[in-house]
């Protein structure tokens, strides 16, 4: 065993000697040992979406930190697990391998693919065989999309499930029509003041939205991400350039913000 692999197996060892010794009855932390599955999810999801700002910050130094923020979560699950006598940490990593190898089969087999879409392809094929044999009473094409999805990903994911059994718009045409249908239909319900009514159409209206996306191979998580970061950009912008004139936002009237924003999406497309 190299003196880098050596590390990495006493690591590995390490993170797990610590959680069980946060999770230890009578000698661990009071917060560790009252958490469960459902209590410690929300906490993984938040860390996943850590690892993801680091990146997008290209905050490296912070990834390594939020990569291993990720793997203690892992390592949480896998004690609650192994308590419960179902699995532990090293049944979590060898079946991640097993499932790599098995998804793999032009790295580690015979199988030959040209392009990275070969590639997607045969990775596709596979997850729905292993799908069928995990979901044994439920039949249904969208059988196996996660609940706590992001709801616009989980959207995304149910209408190309549908779409690739011919449940689908023809064209983005099509959509749009659909995309009217639904936006007259909120405005009928906010006229009817019916909250609940409203709730939904516009629930209806992000769908078809979620699905114009797809039909122009846009990721919708991505586009929304990127018109939130435009709009922080621009109203941090503003509220710059009234903090210069000695001012916040409270002071300026809605024209003066709306003229700043101007300026900020102007001076962004290079145009003033």
Known sequence: MTNKSDKLHKAIEKQIEVMAALRHPEKGCPWDIEQDF??????????????YDAILHRDYAALKEELGDLVFQVAFHARMAEEAGMFDFTDVVETLNEKMVRRHPHVFGDAEFATPNEVLGNWEKL?????????????SVLAGVALPLPALSRAEKL???????GFDWANTDDVFAKLEEE???????????????IEEEIGDVLFVLVNLARKLKIDPEKALRGANAKFERRFRAVEQSLKSQGRTTNEASLDEMEALWVNAKLSERGEI
């Open 38 to 51: 459902d209590t410690i999810a929300p906490y993984t999801i938040e860390e996943a979406y850590e690892v």
């Open 127 to 139: 997850k729905a065989k292993e799908r069928e044999d995990k979901i044994k009473n439920d039949d």
């Open 159 to 165: 209408s190309k499930r549908a779409a690739r059994v």
């Open 183 to 197: 936006i007259a239909e909120t405005r009928e319900a906010i006229s009817e003041k019916d909250t609940d009514h």
